[in-house]
Each structure stands twice: as C-alpha cells, then as structure tokens.
C-alpha cells in the first residue's frame, strides 16, 4: 500500500486511494534504456480524498479533465529523471499542488462597462480597418 499524501492539514489522499505503477520512460536511454522502469503513473480516485468539498473536486475535475480515465481515476506523471524515486516523489508533489490549486475559490468577475477611451481605440482601429479595406477596391479599367 502506498503512503497517503497531505496536501495541507485539512486535506490528505489517502494512501488506499491511489494505485502505483513503473514504467519504462521514452526518450533516448542508454545502457539501461530497456531493463530500467522509471516512469511513474499514479491513477488517484478524486472521490476518495478527504478533506475536499464539492466545489473544490469540481474544479479540480475540470482542471485535470484530460488526465482522466474511463473509471474517473485521474492519472499523474512523471518521467522528469531518470530515477524512479525522483519520479515518484515528482508526481506526489504535481497531485498536491493541483489539489492545492483547486481548493483556491475563484473570484467573480466584476462586470464594468468599457472606457471612454478604449470605445475611442476600438472605432480608430475599425476605421483604420475600413480605410485598408477601401485601398484594397479596385476600379473599373
């Protein structure tokens, strides 16, 4: 079993919450290019970490959308070093900080209205525009 992750001291994955797995890293390698599995891949079951409300795991549902799979596991990696370890420790850190990430709220966008002066930019450079486009008709020989 793997030892759990403590994101901050209210939220933690727990260690049966994810599964490990080593690969063999692509690139170019070496001597040990066939025989070494250094990549790491941890798939982590977002439902099972504590700590985390449901605004939080939405975001980070939305936030890490592609590193999903069919099973709804999220799926980190790394294959930054060549060490497994290096790896390993790599991945843990990538889960935390997006975990981490996810329990910022987002602020709301202040609606406002646009400025005297950028109305003034937008219809120069539409009248620009048009004046380009006006060079560009030809006449009738």
């Not at 933690?12 to 790491?40: H, L």
């Not at 959308?65 to 790394?78: F, T, Y």
């Not at 990538?94 to 209205?113: C, F, I, N, Q």
């Amino acid at each position: 079993m793997m030892e759990g992750i403590l994101v901050t001291e209210l939220v933690r994955i727990p260690g049966d919450a994810i599964q490990f797995r080593a690969t063999r890293s692509g690139g170019p390698g070496g001597q040990n290019v066939n025989k070494v599995a250094s990549k790491v891949e941890l798939r982590i079951d977002l439902a099972r970490i504590e700590g985390l409300n449901e605004g939080a795991l939405a975001r980070l549902r939305h936030a890490q959308r592609n590193r999903l799979d069919a099973d709804g596991l999220w799926i980190v990696v790394s294959e930054r070093s060549r060490d497994q370890r290096f790896n390993l420790e790599d991945a843990r850190m990538k889960a935390a900080e997006a975990v981490r990430a996810a329990l910022v709220v987002p602020k709301a966008r202040v609606k406002s209205r646009p400025t005297r002066a950028s109305k003034e930019r937008r219809l120069d450079s539409k009248k620009r525009n048009a004046e380009v486009k006006r060079g560009r008709r030809g006449g009738f020989d």
